[in-house]
């Protein structure tokens, strides 16, 4: 089955650095993958779509200065947290899409789990 | 109004009970749904996909909808411990974005 991989799965930062988080299609390639941010006991909320070659958009209310997201390649996108702060503390997922088949299919990473302190 | 309603729970059952779980939504152009589960500290993976009304079984997981009523639901039988876990709805729409309810938080007691 198709896998998708986070890394790191974990991380604790201090207040003011960035953060990169990156996420792989393992054995597919992947055309568009999603970012998505989780709060404890809420719901997935998709924070952005990026799509290989181009500019990612960006749900209302993402700040894309903030939340840097970059698909260079047809198996790896990146999201960099700028200047994080505690309140970007979440769990952030990635899917990411076969690019052929249904467009609504998408394989989930195990999640990134950041603290900033 | 959220465009997909679920009641988070948090669901405690005994093993081998009947679980079920449900979301309602608003659009009625939605036609494809789906169910994922997530254990703690995991990403979503999914479980069952439906398109039309009507049921749709899978081993001891049944996916019910019901256009008429706005209406999904999701069935376990004989539910084991190892089925304690969030169950999410979700309803994919425009780019292959998907809307996920808040999701049910599950326990199944042994």
């Known amino acids: 089955g198709a896998v998708v991989s986070q890394h790191p799965s974990r991380v604790i930062c201090k207040s003011g650095t960035s953060v990169k988080i990156e996420c792989r299609s393992l054995?597919?390639?992947?055309?568009?993958m999603f970012w998505y941010r989780q709060f404890p006991k809420q719901s997935l909320m998709l924070m952005a779509t990026s799509n290989e070659g181009s500019k990612a958009t960006y749900e209302q209310g993402v700040e894309k200065d903030k939340f840097l997201i970059n698909h260079a390649s047809l198996t790896l996108s990146t999201l960099t947290v700028t200047s994080a702060h505690p309140e970007d503390s979440s769990f952030y997922i990635c899917?990411?899409?076969?690019?052929?088949?249904?467009?609504?299919?998408?394989?989930f990473g195990p999640g990134t789990r950041l603290t900033v302190l | 109004q959220k465009e997909v309603e679920q009641d988070p729970g948090p669901l405690s059952v005994p093993e081998g009970a009947i679980v079920s779980l449900n979301c309602t939504y608003s659009n009625s152009a939605f036609q494809y749904f789906m169910w994922y589960r997530q254990y703690s500290r995991k990403g979503p993976e999914l479980l069952m996909y439906t398109y039309s009304s009507g049921n749709k079984e899978d081993g001891r997981f049944t996916a019910q909808v019901d256009k008429s009523s706005k209406y999904i639901s999701l069935f376990i039988r004989d539910s084991q411990p190892s089925d304690s876990a969030t169950y999410l709805c979700a309803i994919p729409f425009q780019g292959g974005k998907l809307i996920f309810g808040q999701g049910t938080e599950l326990s199944v007691k042994p």
């Open positions: 899917s990411a899409h076969p690019g052929q088949g249904r467009t609504d299919t998408q394989y």
């Open positions: 054995d597919f390639q992947a055309t568009t």
